[in-house]
């Protein structure tokens, strides 16, 4: 086929213009709307009624105008530029956030912050994975004592529904995520209370670690989602991703465990691990040095499979050209 705008011709059949980018249905929809804008000038002149539009052509201009806008060249999707972006945001997001988990003073205290919120975040979705209400906080996350099922059944419903509606729609990553958190919240339900008030505890940092790598994960959301649309949104939750994932990282790898009391909130998620519910230094240590390093490799995972599709995509659309 060939371009209306710039007259490229086409051997294969696409959406947009390989040569001048534009969207084929929203050009000809613009097109038509002048055109009708044009007709409907020309019938008001003719009828002697100036600023009256014909019938006729205003359903026409209706219609047309209940598409969507024309795309601007810059709101284009470039693979070249994605691919960029896709080499070199992840590595230096994991960098930057290891430098300011290494830094002192106001740096230092900026990502402690990141992590702070991520880790009550934590605390609270492992809450509720229990049955158990939540509400994160500064510092501190009020959570229930006891099992709720209103709780656990519509949880588990949410993910039945959405891995259903998922699947529909044929968005195997949303029907992974969905059935991982189902057979997770199964696995918790068959706990015992102690097991499961332990692994509240244990979701501060352990649950730091897996929210920070989502959203780290969602940079990697297809150009068709609004993660990538809204472009402050996709660069704010990588770099919060990484800032929380490095600085609760870093504090496990060095062995940097805050022991003690939090004054005026209650003994530290280390201290409460060793000493209430028995776990040993090293099996404390190794469990989320194990959970880090397996985040590690879900965003290693995800980094190859990044680049390698949109590697795809640049060499399809030179081979169309």
Not at 151 to 175: D, E, H, N, S
């Amino acid at each position: 086929m060939r371009c209306p705008k710039c007259q490229f011709d086409h051997e294969l059949q696409t959406t947009e213009c390989l040569k001048c980018g534009i969207v084929f249905a929203r050009y000809q929809a613009a097109m038509e709307a002048k055109q009708a804008a044009g007709e409907a000038k020309q019938a008001a002149v003719g009828t002697g009624r100036v600023g009256v539009v014909a019938p006729a052509a205003s359903v026409r201009l209706a219609q047309l105008a209940a598409l969507p806008p024309v795309e601007a060249p810059w709101e284009r999707y470039d693979p070249r530029g994605e691919l960029k972006c896709r080499a070199l945001a992840l590595p230096l997001a994991l960098l930057a956030g290891l430098w300011v988990a290494t830094s002192r003073g106001l740096i230092s205290l900026l990502g402690g912050e990141f992590a702070m919120v991520v880790h009550e975040c934590g605390h609270a979705t492992t809450a509720w994975l229990t049955g158990r209400w939540a509400i994160p906080s500064f510092w501190v996350t009020y959570h229930g004592d006891e099992r709720h099922w209103w709780i656990v059944l519509p949880l588990a419903g949410t993910m039945v529904f959405g891995g259903y509606k998922a699947w529909k729609t044929q968005r195997w990553g949303w029907v992974s995520a969905a059935g991982a958190v189902l057979l997770l919240l199964l696995i918790i339900q068959g706990q015992s209370s102690f097991t499961q008030n332990a692994l509240i505890v244990f979701g501060g940092d352990g649950g730091a670690l897996v929210l920070a790598t989502i959203l780290m994960a969602t940079f990697y959301a297809p150009h068709t989602s609004a993660f990538y649309k809204n472009w402050g949104m996709r660069w704010a939750l990588l770099v919060i991703g990484a800032l929380a994932f490095m600085h609760v990282y870093h504090e496990w790898s060095t062995n940097n465990m805050p022991f003690g009391e939090i004054e005026g909130v209650n003994l530290s998620d280390p201290t409460l691990l060793t000493e209430m519910y028995g776990w040993s230094l090293q099996e404390m240590v190794g469990r989320y040095l194990l959970l880090s390093r397996v985040c590690f490799l879900t965003l290693f995972g995800l980094f190859v499979w990044g680049l390698v599709s949109v590697y795809r995509e640049t060499q399809l659309k030179r081979l169309q050209r």
